[in-house]
């Protein structure tokens, strides 16, 4: 008796081969950066905090050249730079080069990551993780966490070379008179699409967050004080001129900005006094009469 059944071999397209494809990883978690997923694609990835490394880990406790990891034939191999916090496996320091396995921790300083093969989909399910971590669940623009851990990196950096370092805080003038009058649906709507028009006016490169209720901040690396006037200027002046239409009512808003600058030198010595002086420009926009942008040469 003959069988006519026909069997056919899946063979799967390139595309799917590259999307299911186990690549070596390294997963942040412990640390600023919580869920945040590195690809080793590199024969030899040197991690440290200084800029010109492969990966780059902008925490104190992390030397500038802190370890390597290496790939062989047979596995990849971590190894210790003569870093001043030392590297673990597994929590057993690093005296010589150790071979990696799967879910092995690997702590740098006070950091942690774990080694994982992990193909596009694993990647893409951390990325969501981390997203739900860093971004804002209303206006979907990054919070506050974020942009916190965002601006101790950036501060950092800016302190070794000097490229400038700009900060603008925003707030809604009388935003509580829109919730009591319209109530709080009324108000998130107009949090939400203000965000959205604020976004479209950022530098792809630009950190833009909800700050807080109705506070939001921006963070410009390498942007003169002028620029940084400019944008919040731009957002002023479109807040101000757009009309937000909720449930067949149209309301108008406006906002208050402070704006400060710093080059690196010794005038900030935490990124808390960057942010306290910024409010500080802030505060007096609303003094002032709101509706306004405040800085250092405003201020003088």
């Given at each position: 008796?003959s ?6 071999k ?5 595309e799917?081969?590259?999307?299911t494809?186990k ?19 590199n024969?030899?990835t040197m991690?440290?905090?200084?800029d ?18 290496v790939?062989r ?6 190894s210790?730079?003569?870093s001043t916090n030392g590297?673990?496996l ?6 010589s080069a150790?071979k990696?396995?799967?879910?092995d ?14 193909d596009e989909?694993?990647t893409e399910?951390?990325?969501m993780?981390r997203n739900?971590?860093?971004?804002d669940g ?5 919070n506050k966490?974020y942009?916190?851990?965002?601006l101790d990196?950036?501060?950092?950096y800016?302190?070794r070379?000097?490229v ?5 805080l925003l707030d809604?003038d009388?935003?509580k008179q829109?919730n009591?009058t ?8 107009i949090?939400k699409?203000m965000a959205q028009?604020?976004?479209e006016?950022a530098?792809?490169y ?7 209720g109705?506070?939001f901040?921006?963070?410009l690396?390498g942007?003169?004080?002028?620029a940084?006037?400019q944008?919040?200027e731009?957002v002023r002046?479109?807040?101000?001129q757009?009309v ?5 009512v ?5 906002i208050?900005a402070?704006?400060v600058?710093w080059?690196g030198?010794d005038?900030?010595?935490s990124?808390d006094?960057?942010i306290e ?7 007096k926009?609303?003094e ?5 942008v405040?800085h250092?040469?405003?201020?003088e």
């Amino acid at each position: 008796m003959s069988d006519n059944t026909e069997y056919r071999k899946l063979i799967p397209d390139a595309e799917e081969e590259v999307r299911t494809a186990k690549r070596p990883c390294l997963i942040m978690i412990k640390g600023d950066f919580i869920g945040q997923v590195y690809e080793l694609t590199n024969d030899v990835t040197m991690i440290g905090r200084s800029d010109e490394l492969d990966l780059v880990v902008s925490d104190i406790s992390i030397s500038r050249k802190h370890a390597m990891i290496v790939a062989r034939v047979d596995g990849y191999y971590l190894s210790d730079l003569n870093s001043t916090n030392g590297s673990f496996l597994n929590r057993e320091p690093v005296l010589s080069a150790v071979k990696l396995a799967e879910g092995d921790k690997v702590q740098l300083g006070n950091v942690v990551f774990k080694f994982s093969f992990q193909d596009e989909d694993d990647t893409e399910y951390h990325l969501m993780l981390r997203n739900m971590a860093v971004k804002d669940g209303l206006t979907r623009i990054y919070n506050k966490r974020y942009f916190s851990e965002s601006l101790d990196k950036e501060f950092e950096y800016n302190r070794r070379n000097e490229v400038g370092l700009a900060i603008i805080l925003l707030d809604i003038d009388y935003f509580k008179q829109i919730n009591d009058t319209w109530g709080h649906p009324a108000g998130d709507f107009i949090l939400k699409h203000m965000a959205q028009l604020i976004e479209e006016k950022a530098r792809g490169y630009d950190v833009f967050a909800r700050y807080g209720g109705e506070e939001f901040a921006f963070m410009l690396r390498g942007a003169p004080l002028p620029a940084a006037v400019q944008l919040a200027e731009r957002v002023r002046t479109t807040i101000e001129q757009q009309v937000f239409v909720y449930d067949g009512v149209e309301l108008k808003i406006t906002i208050s900005a402070g704006v400060v600058w710093w080059g690196g030198d010794d005038a900030y010595a935490s990124p808390d006094e960057l942010i306290e002086a910024c409010d500080r420009f802030l505060y007096k926009a609303k003094e002032r009469g709101r509706n306004q942008v405040v800085h250092q040469a405003t201020t003088e």
